[in-house]
């Protein structure tokens, strides 16, 4: 049912990514399958095979039709999948074993399933052969497809097979899904839950598609077929908006476009304040066909890759042939100019369904980034061949995530070390001086940031996660975000601690967080003596149009008050003021 809601109605969230949008929501419902076991009686034991078997049927045909739809755009390695599903499902092994405990213990179809498939797929995921253990995600797929029908919840809807325009409404998208969306299907997206810096929202920014996130209920109170309109920049989805409305945002597409033109005009030209001081102004990407964005907007090179997605986008795990492919690719692209490849971060809210990595309680404090590569030597030494191989393109630098001490930082050079070994030994050219960086991004590698200074080339302050382990606030959920400062003093004096703690040692520090696509924030960076800020490539043009405007006087005033005051809002009130008068251009934002 849609168009239950009537007349205008508007719904606040956070604003994570700019742009308006308007059209048909579709929404996600949660998969929910809560498992009961229910007693039956004997007489009732047919019925609940029957409608074992129903499901059956029922889950083949629905693959079947997919595998139909999509037959013409499917690659093969998506053919075999929908093949391995449709083998499984008539698998008589499991289907007698249900049959079985539908029988022996009277138990109801689901339960029945549920169990014997759970069996299945624990015993899959501990087998040695990597073929087998891919099987139990395929599994736990079909699975979930046949308890849909078992438990009659609504199919999940496939985002691969959307087929016209529209905007996404969900409980939580996650980085994987975001990752995967089509841009030309997909104008915008808005969800119940998130955090302005959760990789949820980063990726929006990436694909340049507005996205508002906290609005709390809407996933429940719309339905799919309903019109809206969302607003990235004021944080609203505005459901049946009325023509005084959609005449507002009329009027602010007017007044964008002509930003736009003027933003235009700077994208070949340099990032220098008007007295003189050039900051380096880098993108941060996710993916090889982000380059281009790199490009039009004019970026120096990257200033952060973030490896990860090319590890959660697939099917399996990328070999070093494929990363290298993908890093050279990128290098070679955008040559002279640098580009910053991350060692994979991994874990948080970012997962790979290939790695089966177990649930954590506090994933953000667990196995992550640079912890989860050290303990899989296999999985990181692989990367570091990757990356070394591309440096050969000569433009290539590398950083490692989450340092937390100069112990893993030491370890980590130990393993590129030992690559290096190789790669002479196998007589394949990399390049013998490229530079290797450390994110910090934990309070810890900031207050030792003197020791780790001696042992890197240069330091990018990943704020999103700073901000996140300083402030004890999870930078994915909406209910701590307003303790979300990055102008909390806290954070400031460890940004500038850790610039001059690179200064000291003769090397530079860039922001590779969001903050640092932020316009109203660029020109205390600049004043706290970042030399290179590296965002979204989207955002490039704001930061530098704001630096073009500012003088680097006024943001070391900015950055000397700052560093005295107690208050965040306080802060933030002062870098608003000036950025607002230096382009007033960049915040006429209101429709
Ligand atoms: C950061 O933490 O600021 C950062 C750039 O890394 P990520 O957002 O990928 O965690
Ligand atoms: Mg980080």
Redesign the pocket.
Known sequence: MSGHIKGEKVYRGIAVSAGVCRGKVVVLHRARHAIVRREMGPDEVPQEIKRFEHALVRTRQQITEVQRRVADTMSSSEADIFDAHLLMLEDRVLIEEVIKIIREQKANADYAFHTASDRYITVLETVEDEYLRERAADLRDLTSRVLDNLLNVKQQLDLRHLTEPCILIGHDLSPSTTAQLDKNFVLGFATDIGGK?S?TA?LAKSLDIPAVVGTQNISEELDTGDYALLDGYNGTLIVNPTDATLFEYGQLAKIKASLTEKLREIQRQPAVTLDGQAIHLSANIEHLNDVQAVINHGAEGVG?F?TEFLFISRESLPSEGDQYQVYRDVAAALKPQPVIIRTV?LG?DKFSSQLQLAKEVNPFLGWRAIRFCLAQPEVFRAQLRAILRASAEGNVKMMY?MISGLDELTQANAHVEKCKAELRDEKIPFDEKMEIGA?I?IPSAALVAGALAKKVNFFSI?????IQYTLAADRTNEKVSHLYEPTHPAILRLIKFTVDAAHANGIWAGV???IAGDPVLAPLLLGLGVDELSAAPSAIDSVKYIIRRVKNAEARQLAEFALQSESPAEIFARCQELARQTAPSLFENKA
């Not at 990943?462 to 700073?466: A, Q």
């Open positions: 810096t990789h980063i952060l973030r971060d948080g995530p994110m991004e990943g704020s999103n996660d700073l590779c967080g969001e």
